[in-house]
Protein backbone atom coordinates (compact mmCIF):
# COMPACT_ATOMS: atom_id res chain seq x y z
CA UNK A 1 0.00 0.00 0.00
CA UNK A 2 2.69 2.57 0.73
CA UNK A 3 4.28 1.72 -2.99
CA UNK A 4 1.05 2.50 -4.25
CA UNK A 5 0.71 5.92 -1.99
CA UNK A 6 4.21 7.08 -2.92
CA UNK A 7 3.37 6.31 -6.99
CA UNK A 8 -0.30 7.92 -7.35
CA UNK A 9 1.49 11.07 -5.42
CA UNK A 10 4.56 11.09 -7.45
CA UNK A 11 1.87 11.04 -11.04
CA UNK A 12 -0.26 13.59 -9.29
CA UNK A 13 2.59 15.58 -8.54
CA UNK A 14 3.33 15.12 -12.51
CA UNK A 15 0.35 16.56 -13.09
CA UNK A 16 0.64 19.76 -11.07
CA UNK A 17 3.64 20.77 -12.80
CA UNK A 18 2.15 20.18 -15.87
CA UNK A 19 -0.75 22.48 -15.44
CA UNK A 20 0.82 24.78 -13.80
CA UNK A 21 3.91 25.33 -16.98
CA UNK A 22 0.54 25.20 -18.99
CA UNK A 23 -1.65 27.88 -16.86
CA UNK A 24 1.61 29.91 -16.88
CA UNK A 25 2.65 29.33 -20.52
CA UNK A 26 -0.85 30.35 -21.68
CA UNK A 27 -1.17 33.27 -19.53
CA UNK A 28 2.25 34.91 -20.16
CA UNK A 29 3.82 33.30 -23.40
CA UNK A 30 1.43 33.40 -26.02
CA UNK A 31 1.09 36.94 -27.82
CA UNK A 32 -2.36 38.62 -28.97
CA UNK A 33 -1.57 35.85 -32.53
CA UNK A 34 -0.26 32.79 -31.27
CA UNK A 35 2.67 32.05 -33.08
CA UNK A 36 3.71 28.14 -34.69
CA UNK A 37 6.82 26.99 -36.45
CA UNK A 38 6.29 24.05 -38.90
CA UNK A 39 7.94 21.37 -37.71
CA UNK A 40 8.71 17.96 -39.78
CA UNK A 41 6.66 15.24 -37.63
CA UNK A 42 7.87 11.86 -37.27
CA UNK A 43 5.27 8.87 -38.72
CA UNK A 44 5.80 5.82 -36.26
CA UNK A 45 6.14 7.62 -32.99
CA UNK A 46 3.97 11.10 -34.09
CA UNK A 47 2.72 13.64 -31.64
CA UNK A 48 -0.22 14.33 -30.30
CA UNK A 49 -1.19 17.38 -32.83
CA UNK A 50 0.99 19.58 -34.60
CA UNK A 51 3.35 21.51 -32.03
CA UNK A 52 2.18 25.01 -31.51
CA UNK A 53 -1.14 23.71 -32.62
CA UNK A 54 -3.61 26.35 -33.22
CA UNK A 55 -7.24 26.33 -32.42
CA UNK A 56 -9.92 24.16 -34.23
CA UNK A 57 -7.29 21.92 -36.01
CA UNK A 58 -8.37 18.32 -36.19
CA UNK A 59 -7.17 15.20 -37.85
CA UNK A 60 -7.60 11.91 -38.87
CA UNK A 61 -5.25 8.81 -38.61
CA UNK A 62 -4.84 5.48 -39.59
CA UNK A 63 -2.18 3.21 -39.34
CA UNK A 64 -0.95 -0.30 -39.65
CA UNK A 65 2.25 -2.13 -38.61
CA UNK A 66 3.47 -5.64 -39.85
CA UNK A 67 6.75 -7.18 -38.00
CA UNK A 68 8.06 -10.42 -37.87
CA UNK A 69 9.55 -12.32 -34.66
CA UNK A 70 11.79 -15.23 -34.66
CA UNK A 71 8.37 -17.25 -33.42
CA UNK A 72 5.23 -15.35 -35.01
CA UNK A 73 3.89 -12.56 -37.40
CA UNK A 74 2.39 -9.30 -36.18
CA UNK A 75 -0.21 -7.71 -37.54
CA UNK A 76 -1.52 -4.27 -36.19
CA UNK A 77 -3.96 -1.92 -36.94
CA UNK A 78 -4.65 1.38 -35.27
CA UNK A 79 -6.90 4.59 -35.21
CA UNK A 80 -6.11 7.89 -34.18
CA UNK A 81 -8.33 11.24 -33.66
CA UNK A 82 -6.38 14.23 -32.69
CA UNK A 83 -7.79 17.69 -32.18
CA UNK A 84 -6.95 21.53 -30.55
CA UNK A 85 -9.52 22.89 -28.38
CA UNK A 86 -7.33 25.77 -27.89
CA UNK A 87 -4.29 27.25 -29.05
CA UNK A 88 -1.29 25.43 -28.64
CA UNK A 89 -2.97 21.99 -26.89
CA UNK A 90 -3.34 18.52 -28.94
CA UNK A 91 -5.71 16.00 -27.29
CA UNK A 92 -5.82 12.43 -28.86
CA UNK A 93 -7.71 9.24 -28.16
CA UNK A 94 -6.01 6.58 -30.14
CA UNK A 95 -7.17 2.66 -29.96
CA UNK A 96 -5.31 -0.13 -31.40
CA UNK A 97 -5.83 -3.93 -32.12
CA UNK A 98 -3.26 -7.06 -32.38
CA UNK A 99 -3.09 -9.88 -34.77
CA UNK A 100 -0.79 -12.94 -34.53
CA UNK A 101 0.29 -15.81 -36.89
CA UNK A 102 2.42 -18.87 -35.64
CA UNK A 103 5.56 -19.82 -37.71
CA UNK A 104 5.30 -23.43 -36.31
CA UNK A 105 2.02 -25.16 -33.67
CA UNK A 106 4.66 -25.44 -30.99
CA UNK A 107 5.70 -21.35 -31.18
CA UNK A 108 4.91 -19.75 -28.33
CA UNK A 109 2.14 -17.10 -29.72
CA UNK A 110 0.05 -14.25 -28.27
CA UNK A 111 -3.60 -14.20 -28.62
CA UNK A 112 -5.30 -11.79 -31.23
CA UNK A 113 -6.70 -8.28 -29.05
CA UNK A 114 -7.74 -4.78 -28.88
CA UNK A 115 -4.40 -3.75 -28.01
CA UNK A 116 -5.05 -0.52 -25.72
CA UNK A 117 -6.52 2.42 -25.52
CA UNK A 118 -4.77 5.84 -25.34
CA UNK A 119 -5.73 9.31 -24.25
CA UNK A 120 -3.14 12.05 -24.71
CA UNK A 121 -2.55 15.65 -24.50
CA UNK A 122 0.31 18.01 -25.41
CA UNK A 123 1.17 21.36 -25.15
CA UNK A 124 3.51 24.05 -26.37
CA UNK A 125 4.83 26.15 -24.24
CA UNK A 126 7.58 27.60 -26.02
CA UNK A 127 7.19 28.70 -29.97
CA UNK A 128 10.37 30.55 -31.39
CA UNK A 129 9.55 31.73 -34.81
CA UNK A 130 13.26 33.68 -34.72
CA UNK A 131 14.95 30.50 -33.53
CA UNK A 132 12.58 28.15 -35.30
CA UNK A 133 12.01 25.75 -31.94
CA UNK A 134 9.26 24.80 -30.44
CA UNK A 135 9.15 22.86 -27.00
CA UNK A 136 5.84 21.17 -25.39
CA UNK A 137 5.52 18.73 -22.32
CA UNK A 138 2.71 15.93 -22.93
CA UNK A 139 1.18 13.17 -21.08
CA UNK A 140 0.01 9.62 -22.41
CA UNK A 141 -2.65 7.73 -20.30
CA UNK A 142 -2.29 4.31 -21.69
CA UNK A 143 -4.65 1.22 -21.02
CA UNK A 144 -3.42 -2.08 -21.95
CA UNK A 145 -6.32 -4.81 -22.94
CA UNK A 146 -6.68 -8.48 -22.35
CA UNK A 147 -6.74 -10.55 -25.17
CA UNK A 148 -10.42 -11.29 -26.89
CA UNK A 149 -10.41 -15.41 -25.74
CA UNK A 150 -9.76 -14.27 -21.82
CA UNK A 151 -12.84 -11.52 -21.79
CA UNK A 152 -15.16 -13.52 -19.63
CA UNK A 153 -12.37 -15.08 -17.31
CA UNK A 154 -9.41 -11.98 -16.54
CA UNK A 155 -9.49 -8.56 -16.12
CA UNK A 156 -10.52 -6.07 -18.85
CA UNK A 157 -7.46 -3.88 -18.03
CA UNK A 158 -4.21 -5.79 -17.58
CA UNK A 159 -1.79 -2.83 -17.17
CA UNK A 160 -1.89 0.85 -16.75
CA UNK A 161 0.84 3.05 -18.54
CA UNK A 162 0.93 6.24 -17.55
CA UNK A 163 3.60 8.49 -19.88
CA UNK A 164 4.86 11.81 -19.40
CA UNK A 165 6.96 13.15 -22.34
CA UNK A 166 8.90 16.55 -23.54
CA UNK A 167 9.19 17.31 -27.37
CA UNK A 168 11.82 19.77 -28.77
CA UNK A 169 12.09 20.42 -32.07
CA UNK A 170 13.65 22.89 -34.76
CA UNK A 171 14.13 23.32 -38.16
CA UNK A 172 17.40 24.31 -39.67
CA UNK A 173 16.80 26.57 -42.55
CA UNK A 174 13.73 25.53 -44.82
CA UNK A 175 13.63 22.31 -45.11
CA UNK A 176 15.83 20.05 -42.25
CA UNK A 177 14.14 19.36 -39.25
CA UNK A 178 15.03 17.47 -36.02
CA UNK A 179 12.94 16.54 -33.08
CA UNK A 180 13.51 14.53 -29.87
CA UNK A 181 10.92 13.04 -27.88
CA UNK A 182 11.44 11.48 -24.57
CA UNK A 183 9.94 10.36 -21.34
CA UNK A 184 9.21 7.54 -18.65
CA UNK A 185 6.56 4.70 -18.78
CA UNK A 186 5.05 3.75 -15.51
CA UNK A 187 3.44 0.47 -16.12
CA UNK A 188 1.29 -0.95 -13.41
CA UNK A 189 0.04 -4.79 -13.75
CA UNK A 190 -3.18 -4.38 -11.73
CA UNK A 191 -3.41 -6.90 -9.08
CA UNK A 192 0.19 -5.95 -8.01
CA UNK A 193 1.98 -3.94 -5.59
CA UNK A 194 4.83 -2.96 -7.68
CA UNK A 195 5.32 -0.55 -10.83
CA UNK A 196 8.10 -1.27 -13.87
CA UNK A 197 9.62 1.91 -15.04
CA UNK A 198 10.88 1.95 -18.48
CA UNK A 199 12.25 5.05 -20.94
CA UNK A 200 12.27 5.83 -24.26
CA UNK A 201 14.08 8.46 -25.83
CA UNK A 202 13.38 8.86 -29.92
CA UNK A 203 15.10 10.71 -31.91
CA UNK A 204 14.18 12.13 -35.64
CA UNK A 205 16.20 13.80 -38.82
CA UNK A 206 14.04 14.87 -41.77
CA UNK A 207 14.21 16.50 -45.50
CA UNK A 208 11.11 18.31 -46.45
CA UNK A 209 11.30 18.74 -50.23
CA UNK A 210 11.61 22.36 -51.28
CA UNK A 211 8.02 23.86 -52.03
CA UNK A 212 6.06 20.72 -50.98
CA UNK A 213 4.85 18.69 -47.72
CA UNK A 214 6.98 15.51 -48.83
CA UNK A 215 9.50 14.39 -46.76
CA UNK A 216 11.89 11.86 -46.44
CA UNK A 217 13.86 10.81 -42.85
CA UNK A 218 14.49 8.62 -40.52
CA UNK A 219 13.18 8.33 -36.44
CA UNK A 220 15.70 6.49 -33.86
CA UNK A 221 13.74 4.66 -31.55
CA UNK A 222 15.44 3.70 -28.01
CA UNK A 223 14.06 2.53 -25.00
CA UNK A 224 15.36 1.10 -21.74
CA UNK A 225 13.26 -2.37 -20.97
CA UNK A 226 13.89 -4.35 -17.75
CA UNK A 227 17.52 -2.33 -17.96
CA UNK A 228 17.53 -3.69 -21.46
CA UNK A 229 18.66 -1.06 -24.17
CA UNK A 230 16.52 -1.27 -27.53
CA UNK A 231 17.32 0.43 -30.86
CA UNK A 232 15.19 0.59 -34.08
CA UNK A 233 16.21 2.46 -37.20
CA UNK A 234 13.17 3.35 -39.28
CA UNK A 235 13.81 4.98 -42.68
CA UNK A 236 10.53 6.67 -43.61
CA UNK A 237 8.74 8.72 -46.47
CA UNK A 238 5.27 11.12 -46.55
CA UNK A 239 3.12 12.15 -49.57
CA UNK A 240 1.33 14.45 -49.74
CA UNK A 241 -1.52 13.42 -51.71
CA UNK A 242 -3.56 16.93 -51.64
CA UNK A 243 -3.74 19.71 -48.82
CA UNK A 244 -6.52 16.66 -46.83
CA UNK A 245 -4.36 13.86 -47.42
CA UNK A 246 -1.15 12.54 -47.09
CA UNK A 247 0.14 8.79 -46.84
CA UNK A 248 3.25 7.77 -44.69
CA UNK A 249 5.63 4.90 -45.13
CA UNK A 250 8.12 3.59 -42.58
CA UNK A 251 10.50 0.27 -42.69
CA UNK A 252 11.84 -1.05 -39.08
CA UNK A 253 15.55 -2.25 -39.04
CA UNK A 254 16.60 -3.80 -35.07
CA UNK A 255 20.59 -2.36 -34.61
CA UNK A 256 20.55 -3.77 -31.12
CA UNK A 257 20.25 -7.63 -30.45
CA UNK A 258 16.00 -8.26 -30.16
CA UNK A 259 13.60 -10.81 -30.66
CA UNK A 260 11.82 -8.56 -33.73
CA UNK A 261 12.97 -8.54 -37.04
CA UNK A 262 12.01 -6.26 -40.26
CA UNK A 263 8.71 -4.28 -39.53
CA UNK A 264 6.62 -1.99 -42.59
CA UNK A 265 4.25 0.56 -40.95
CA UNK A 266 1.95 2.31 -43.28
CA UNK A 267 -0.10 5.64 -41.83
CA UNK A 268 -3.23 7.24 -43.74
CA UNK A 269 -3.27 11.29 -42.76
CA UNK A 270 -6.36 13.13 -43.07
CA UNK A 271 -6.89 16.54 -42.19
CA UNK A 272 -10.29 17.89 -41.46
Known amino acids: MEKETNF ?13 TLGYSQADSIPAVSEKVHHVEPLFIDLVRDLGARKGEKELNIGANFSNTTSYSQYDVLA ?10 GLEAEVGFSFYDGHNASSDTPKNKMEALKLSAQYSFYVSEEHKTTLALGYAQIFELTDFSSYN ?19 WGDSF ?11 HKLQTDYTDVDWQFNTSFHYE ?12 NKELVHS ?8 QVKLQINDALALGVVTGFPLTKSEEKFSSF ?4 YEL
Request: aromatic share 16%; hydrophobic share 45%.
Open 266 to 269: FRVI
Open 8 to 20: SNGILGLACILFS
Open 80 to 89: EYEFAPIDRL
Open 177 to 187: HTLIFTGPEFK
Open 209 to 220: LPNSSHFIGVEF
Open 153 to 171: SSLFVKEIVYSPFFVAAKR
Open 228 to 235: KFEMTMRP
